[in-house]
T-cell receptor
């Protein structure tokens, strides 16, 4: 079946640095990918919808300059958290729309900013 | 806006016990409803879904019925196993919208 690989699974970075998270569809082409963020005991919150070859669509309240999304190919979308701060610490999950029109999810990235 | 509310966990059960995880939603129109499961170290996987009122989704012994009158989609299983230990997410998708709206997830722990 469809597989989405998300890396890294965990990352610890210093405040002020940038972190890149990768999301790859391994056996299908994904024209649309989604980035979610989850706070403890909260829902997965949609951050943005990533479209191959065009700009991402960000949800209200999400800073596009802070969370840079690039979807340069049909199999790769990246989320870069720029100038990270402790409040950016969270669990980030990507998802891709597969050819069967279902959703396939990555296993998530735990970001800790110290 | 649309939202999904799930019961807080963790839910701890003994093997072969009956499981219910409550899920209610708020949405304009008639959304499609989903249950996803996340096993440790893995991505969310679709467990079951229902696309219209009174539909029943079922998979691996789990069932959920789309109840429009109560705006609910409760997950049930008659006899849980240790291998069912995971986090369960209820979600909806509105017509014309590509992304899913999730609940906060409910952790299930099944003890032998």
């Amino acid at each position: 079946g469809a597989v989405v690989s998300q890396h890294p699974s965990r990352v610890i970075c210093k405040s002020g640095t940038s972190v890149k998270i990768e999301c790859r569809s391994l056996d299908f082409q994904a024209t649309t990918m989604f980035w979610y963020r989850q706070f403890p005991k909260k829902s997965l919150m949609l951050m943005a919808t990533s479209n191959e070859g065009s700009k991402a669509t960000y949800e209200q309240g999400v800073e596009k300059d802070k969370f840079l999304i690039n979807h340069a190919s049909l199999t790769l979308s990246t989320l870069t958290v720029t100038s990270a701060h402790p409040e950016d610490s969270s669990f980030y999950i990507c998802s891709a729309r597969d050819t069967g029109q279902g959703y396939t999810f990555g296993s998530g990235t735990r970001l800790t900013v110290v | 806006g649309d939202s999904v509310t799930q019961m807080e966990g963790p839910v701890t059960l003994s093997e072969e016990a009956f499981l219910t995880i409550n899920c209610t939603y708020t949405a304009t129109g008639y959304p499609s409803l989903f249950w996803y499961v996340q096993y440790p170290g893995e991505g969310l996987q679709l467990l079951l879904k229902a696309t219209k009122a009174d539909d029943k989704g079922s998979n691996k012994g789990f069932e959920a019925t789309y109840r429009k009158e109560t705006t609910s989609f409760h997950l049930e299983k008659g006899s849980v196993q240790v291998s069912d230990s995971a986090v369960y997410f209820c979600a909806l998708r509105l017509r014309g919208r590509r992304a899913l709206t999730f609940g906060s997830g409910t952790r299930l722990q099944v003890q032998p």
